[in-house]
Nanobody, 115 residues
Framework: QVQLVESGGGLVQVGGSLRLSCAAS????????MGWYRQAPGKQRELVAV???????TYADAVKGRFTISRNNAKNTVYLQMNSLKPEDTAVYYC?????????WGQGTQVTVSS
């Protein structure tokens, strides 16, 4: 069993910053990719950013240059630093952790950017 605990969401004004964290615990031997996805009302869940076990990062075009993903392997934790936030960044953000044979999702954390 794998548990993911997310934190750091909230309400922020346009141009502000937030930092999301996601800590994994439980039956974890080796984590492959760790990432963040988001889902806005009426839209499908979409990739925001992922980081591989080799620290290779991938970003959605919409967040490149504004968001930074990082991971702390000793703590099994992934972070998402979000700067220059825009109203279109408003969504529920979900952490995803992929092990060798399974994929796990966090419960989601709301990010709201007000104009």
């Amino acid at each position: 069993q794998v548990q993911l605990v997310e934190s750091g969401g909230g309400l922020v004004q346009v141009g502000g910053s937030l930092r999301l964290s996601c800590a994994a615990s439980g039956s974890i031997f080796s984590i492959n990719t760790m990432g963040w996805y988001r889902q806005a009302p009426g839209k499908q869940r979409e990739l925001v950013a992922v980081v591989s076990s080799a620290d290779i990062t991938t970003y959605a075009d919409a967040v490149k240059g504004r968001f930074t993903i990082s991971r702390n392997n000793a703590k099994n934790t992934v972070y998402l630093q979000m700067n220059s936030l825009k109203p279109e960044d408003t969504a529920v953000y979900y952490c995803n952790v992929r092990l060798l044979l399974s994929s796990h999702w966090g419960q989601g954390t709301q990010v709201t950017v007000s104009s």
